[in-house]
DNA sequence: ATAATGGCCGTATTCAATTCAGCGGAGAAC
DNA sequence: GTTCTCCGCTGAATTGAATACGGCCATTAT
């Protein structure tokens, strides 16, 4: 519906503040988005209308970015994970690192505070097909190391970005913070 | 609709082989997941129930795992991005594991190939709450070290694991793989 | 005090999801 | 080569959810 055409982070506005009812939303939605808003507004404490009118305004808001389908990693055989580190002393302005963005391998980009290193997570068929990334990476104009570890095995990979207190069950020796 | 109650990856049996249209189905609801069948089907070449019955037989079989929203981070105040390196030498079974999975500020669990730590994905307030969660890892039975990257700013964040090829626009340079 | 605003509810309508019956092609058995 | 079976598709029919609307209530501003 909403054309999600920009890959990158561009400067949006922060969305605005939320209550307490918009968070039970989004937290319920951070699971499954497929529930009817019927449910939803059972699951929050209103009628299917005023629940729709929540989702629209945090929609327009831009609290909820997107609504997508996770997908196995298996089933489009993709199974190799790996955290990449590349050291950008001398990496230029925004061009390269946008072509860096369209890579199909490329699934996050993030800068390091206090270093100058960038850390990208790829996802390749095989090891071989890493090696290829890599050189790319490394023929990249501003790029000038690359370092990667391998995920073997992956535990949770949660879908989503934030996690929301309110909405995650405690576990017990969870129940005092330390600090 | 389908419970996704478990916040771990178990050993669920690998989705089966997929044809060309069940992968443009895959890449069409990895961006957005809010489209109709009708619409589905117009982009893919099938009627209405058939783009269902494909899109249902995909989440069976496991190969569609789960359909969420995805939250901007400003919009729940969890700006704070890191990855955790936790050595996990004398780690014992999985109890510890499983507990950790339930932390709300880990999204992504990782284990590396060929060296004896885990790579967590973590988001939190702020720095004050990254310290009180690496002071709770440390505490965790089998964890022997912990070490941590703070992102500073994020670019490129997809929502999904998979890079599907076949739906990702490839930049000109790349044309011609280099291995 | 009163008017205006914003958000909710219940109902009504529209539109999509889902079901069903029937068709047709691919592959197996013979 | 022929026939049978199975699977997946189409198109129409039905169910059910998404959406629009009118009215109510609480809060705030004038």
């Known amino acids: 519906m909403d054309e999600e055409t920009d890959g990158i ?85 925004t061009p390269e690192l946008m072509a860096v963005s369209q890579y199909p391998e490329v699934e996050e980009i993030h800068t390091v505070a206090g270093d100058t290193c960038m850390l990208l997570k790829v996802r390749t068929e095989d090891t071989r097909a890493l090696e290829g990334l890599l050189a790319r990476l490394y023929e990249t104009p501003g790029v000038t190391s690359t370092r990667s570890y391998v995920v073997l095995s992956t535990y949770l990979e949660r879908p989503v970005q934030p996690g929301i207190t309110e909405t995650w069950p405690t576990p017990k020796h969870m129940a005092e913070p330390l600090y």
Chains 1, 2 share one sequence.
């Open 9 to 93: 982070l561009q400067n949006r506005p922060a969305p605005r503040d939320l209550d307490a009812i918009d968070r039970r939303i989004l937290g319920v939605l951070v699971d499954d988005a497929t529930i009817s808003y019927a449910e939803l507004g059972d699951r929050v404490g209103l009628s299917p209308p005023a629940a729709h009118e929540r989702v629209k305004r945090l929609r327009r808001s831009g609290a909820i970015r997107n609504t997508v389908a996770i997908i196995d990693p298996r089933a489009v055989k993709k199974p190799l994970l790996a955290f990449v580190h590349i050291d950008t002393r001398g990496w230029g302005k």
